[in-house]
């Protein structure tokens, strides 16, 4: 039954992520990083709210996982090369730290 959930969520997830990426992904790509921040962000909340085994497969892991991406992450970042690489790279992960830490804090309600 979980496998069943996380795949429930990834038929989600992992459609949005490829139209922001199909949309905003130019010469900055603008929708995986939007992806992983707001999948970060989702799943920092998700963790603070303490679902249920079955609910953080569905949308934890299946969900938040297919949106999020870090084989593209990579790849884009590559892809930009030199400064725009360790810029677009350095950027998304402490964004997307701060909007985990964000999400968990707005749920759990902790400083």
Not at 100 to 108: E, H, K, N, Q, R
């Given at each position: 039954m979980t496998a069943l959930?996380?795949?429930?969520?990834a038929?989600?997830?992992?459609p949005?992520?490829?139209?922001?990426?199909?949309h905003l992904d130019r010469a900055v790509p603008w929708g995986t990083f939007a992806v992983n921040v707001a999948g970060s962000f989702l799943l920092g909340?998700?963790?603070a709210s303490a679902l249920s085994g079955a609910a953080l497969a569905?949308?934890?892991t299946g969900f938040c996982g297919a949106l999020t991406t870090y084989s593209a992450f990579a790849v884009?970042?590559?892809e930009l090369g030199g400064l725009r690489s360790l810029g677009y790279a350095g950027g998304t992960i402490v964004l997307a730290l701060a909007a985990?830490?964000?999400?968990?804090?707005?749920?759990?309600g902790q400083p």
């Open positions: 959930l996380v795949a429930l969520g038929a989600v997830g992992a949005l992520r490829y139209l922001a990426g199909h909340a998700f963790t569905l949308l934890g884009r970042a590559v985990c830490a964000a999400g968990f804090v707005l749920v759990a």
